[in-house]
């Protein structure tokens, strides 16, 4: 159950960050999956346990919110709580990861890495 | 299970600037009939195990990918662990500290006049110099240009590349092997001498002869060590530990605490650090070629900041970028018009900056961000902004701006944009793989660990050999001033053992 929501919980959380992510495929949705999940297996738990609760708070934060999580991702971002700063930062860096190291992306990132013929 | 037990005349811990230049500095002892072995946590490399992709590289090559958090989580440290360890991951760019830098530190002996003949070896040794004017980038001559029309000091990074054909990866390793680091320019000389070079070997625990270390199973493909996997000892009649800042510090203090050695782990420094990104309007030629060619020191008196040139990847320059959403993403698409800077601050080693251990043993790393240090990232910000604008950009990303962008019509009031209100720990992206202390070398038992020979205090046959035994910061890129340090421990070394070095 806890893998489902992080799944869906991650995914809303990236979204509301990274707008280009809510134009992504359902392969390249799988793909920030794959990066995040694989990412998070090599730390120890207690990190996976931090990072499905600050996506928690931050699902519960949106519903109390009536809905508006850009206002939540603000909150969140710019708070005079280090400890949730620090959160953010965590998870918008996961965010982040699973967006632009997706090689797939570069070509729309304008990044073209010179080639190396072995 | 028997525990293997391996016999050594002298044992080298870690294979980065520290230990690969010792080890090759001892390998004649080896004709003279010295067995000596380095031992290293990580893999060896070869070309074509880079695959230039980053997170895998990061992966293959970091500790933490890269990302070790300090305690506080407002600090990130970058450190590998290679057959070559962090220099397989630098830039390349060789400098060497002034002489000022060794009066402070005022450990007796420890001067320029002594480390200059050693500098220069490795100077020559690692190929170190100006690379032509038409291999620099685009990226790296807008730097030029900005500093040149504030009438600012700019100044050539010296490399120490040979066959580099720009491929703008350094920071993920070199997939053709053109830096000259430790794995490339002094290990195979010390195999050659003789050394048994063992990769894949984590070291738990030392006491003054005995050295208690695991052989690791080889990870995402990479060459297995050339012993089985499982415990190992090593007796060795002299231990050298170049494991850098944290890891020496943690080895030490797992193995003897620090109720004896007081000073053990303390003292750290990082020059932490910050990237900048401005937008040109036009596509400028930035990833491609050697991403590190000028620095400016105009401010290092006056501010204690050093800016320099530097290029890094999609998701690195993401992660550095101050907030989320519709501006980072259009700077993100934009990657081919960025032009990047990275702001140094030159911290002092304070005592309460320390590495120490968590319940398990592993190391942790308390750092606390004095104003001081906070008012050198501010202005180096500031500063770093005037250059991209001075070179044409037509907007530029500065953390504590509190907003993403800063345009060129606000060039004259970056004071007030750019404020301490802005600047919170927590929210910017500040990282560091300068990491230098906690085995500072120095006289007094209270104060240092080591003497300035690199021999830990109340032990014969003990060593460091790293950057962990610099008293303070290094002001500038460190690894030259790693390898000269390493040189003089290793003449020490030979003067215990009665040996000409």
Known sequence: MLETYFRDGFLRFQKGVIPRARRFTPEQDEESVRIVTKFLQARPASIRIKVIGFLLLADLMTILFLGQRQKVIQFLFDSSVPLLRKGFWGVNTLAKMSVFCQTSLHADLNYHPKELLR | ?501
């Not at chain 2, 997939?175 to 063992?198: D, F, L, R, S, Y």
């Not at chain 2, 060795?236 to 109720?259: E, H, N, T, W, Y």
């Open chain 2, 1 to 501: 299970m028997t525990t293997r037990t391996l016999e050594f005349d002298i044992v080298i811990i870690g294979s980065g600037a520290g230990g690969g230049t010792v080890a090759k500095e001892l390998a004649p002892l080896c004709k003279k009939g010295a067995k000596i072995a380095l031992l290293e946590w990580g893999a060896r490399f070869r070309p074509e195990d880079n695959v230039r992709n980053e997170l895998e590289m990061a992966d293959k090559y970091y500790f933490e990918s890269g990302g070790f958090p300090t305690a506080s989580q407002d600090l990130t440290l970058a450190f590998a662990r290679a057959v070559g360890g962090s220099t397989t991951v630098y830039t390349g760019t060789s400098l060497t500290a002034p002489k000022e830098v060794f009066e402070k530190w005022g450990v007796p002996g420890v001067t320029l006049e002594d480390l200059k003949p050693r500098y220069d070896k490795y100077i020559k040794e690692n190929n170190v110099h100006l690379a032509p004017r038409d291999e620099l980038n685009e990226n790296n001559r807008l730097f030029e240009k900005g500093c040149k029309s504030l009438g600012w000091s700019v100044e050539q990074f010296p490399i120490n590349t040979k066959g580099c054909i720009g491929l703008g990866t350094c920071n993920l390793g070199c997939a053709v092997h053109a830096k000259q680091g430790t794995a490339i320019a002094q290990i195979p000389v010390a195999e050659k001498g003789g050394v048994q070079v063992i990769p894949l070997c984590r070291v738990d625990r030392i006491s003054p002869n005995l050295i208690e270390a695991q052989i690791l199973p080889a990870e995402f493909g990479l060459t297995p060590s050339p012993l089985a996997p499982g415990p190992i000892q090593f007796r060795a009649k002299k231990i050298v530990v170049c494991g850098g800042s944290v890891q020496s510090s943690a080895l030490l203090l797992r193995s003897f605490g620090d109720v004896a050695l007081p000073a053990l782990g303390r003292y750290f420094s990082c020059h932490p650090a910050l990237i900048l990104a401005g937008e040109h309007p036009q596509p400028i030629q930035n990833i491609q070629g050697h991403p590190k060619s000028f620095f400016c020191d105009e401010f290092f008196d006056s501010d204690r900041f050093l800016l320099e040139t530097c290029m890094y990847f999609p998701f690195t320059l993401a992660k550095n970028l101050v907030g989320y959403g519709e501006e980072l993403d259009d700077l993100m698409s934009n990657f081919n018009r960025l032009q990047m800077i990275l702001v140094l601050a030159i911290d002092p080693a304070l005592r309460e900056n320390r590495v120490a251990l968590d319940r398990s043993g592993n190391p942790i790393v308390h750092y606390r961000f004095s104003e001081e240090v906070i008012g050198s990232l501010l202005q180096a910000i500031r500063k770093s902004a005037k250059i991209f604008f001075a070179a044409g950009a037509a907007r530029v990303h500065a953390p504590a701006a509190g907003r993403f962008f800063v345009y060129p019509n606000e060039a004259e009031r970056l004071d007030q944009i750019i404020t301490r209100d802005h600047f919170k720990l927590g929210q910017l992206s500040i990282a560091a793989a300068h990491l230098m202390g906690g085995c500072r070398m120095g006289e007094d038992i209270e104060t240092s660990v080591t003497d300035s020979w690199g021999r830990v205090h109340g032990m014969k046959d003990v060593y460091v050999a790293d950057s962990s035994l610099f008293p303070g910061p290094s002001e500038v890129n460190p690894y030259l001033t790693i390898m000269a340090l390493a040189d003089r421990v290793a003449q020490g070394i030979c003067k215990d053992m009665g040996v000409n070095s």
